[in-house]
T-cell receptor, first 114, second 113 residues
């Protein structure tokens, strides 16, 4: 119940294409859903985050779509660039436990081919 | 503004030893969280400290402990090391506890032989 399931494990997209990564959760007590980007040798960095009262949030080329009834959320990267090649993690935190205690998905290794 | 600084970046220990990892948060940040990252288990929450008090704890054995000092710097300690403790240990800081963006350091890579 505390898990966040992420798919796919790896993804290859052509430059200029759309990258889509999906996550699903069971626990309805989750109320904060961030996405992190991690480059090799670096720590994760926050990309974009959403709360369940919003169905979509867009920041530049990055969009989170949130489906509360299906308990799913996804990251869309528009016009994907080689510099977007990294590992992406979805995460969730529970109401009352704070945004610091995150449950992470297993990660998606994204490769953008030039 | 300097980011989150973790030391040491790499270390090798043998089974049964203990290790202490250090984290200096971003200036002004009072919350420090620790995560373990492994290929098999992914990123797992260890604990969070705010104002020198442990606010939250993950599902790790008591061999894993931490503390925070009055200047917000934090240390975590792992005693009686096991092979399975080999991992990247990440520290993250945030302005306050409860909400807000986590800023991660580059991690301390521990290898247990």
């Amino acid at each position: 119940q505390q898990q966040v399931k992420q798919s796919p494990q790896s993804l290859i997209v052509q430059k200029g294409g759309i990258s889509i990564i999906n996550c699903a959760y069971e626990n309805t007590a989750f109320d904060y859903f961030p996405w992190y980007q991690q480059f090799p040798g670096k720590g994760p960095a926050l990309l974009i985050a959403i709360r369940p009262d919003v169905s979509e949030k867009k920041e530049g080329r990055f969009t989170i779509s949130f489906n509360k009834s299906a308990k799913q959320f996804s990251l869309h990267i528009m016009d994907s660039q080689p510099g977007d090649s990294a590992t992406y993690f979805c995460a969730a935190s529970m109401k009352g436990q704070g945004a610091q205690k995150l449950v992470f998905g297993q990660g998606t290794r994204l490769t953008i081919n030039p | 503004k300097a980011g989150v600084t973790q030391t040491p970046r790499y270390l090798i220990k043998t089974r049964g030893q203990q290790v202490t990892l250090s984290c200096s948060p971003i200036s002004g940040h009072r919350s420090v969280s620790w995560y373990q990252q492994t290929p098999g288990q992914g990123l797992q929450f260890l604990f969070e400290y705010f104002s020198e008090t442990q606010r939250n704890k993950g599902n790790f054995p008591g061999r894993f402990s931490g503390r925070q000092f009055s200047n917000s710097r934090s240390e975590m300690n792992v005693s009686t090391l096991e092979l399975g403790d080999s991992a990247l240990y990440l520290c993250a800081s945030s302005l306050s506890s409860g909400k807000g963006e986590l800023f991660f350091g580059e991690g301390s890579r521990l290898t247990v032989l």
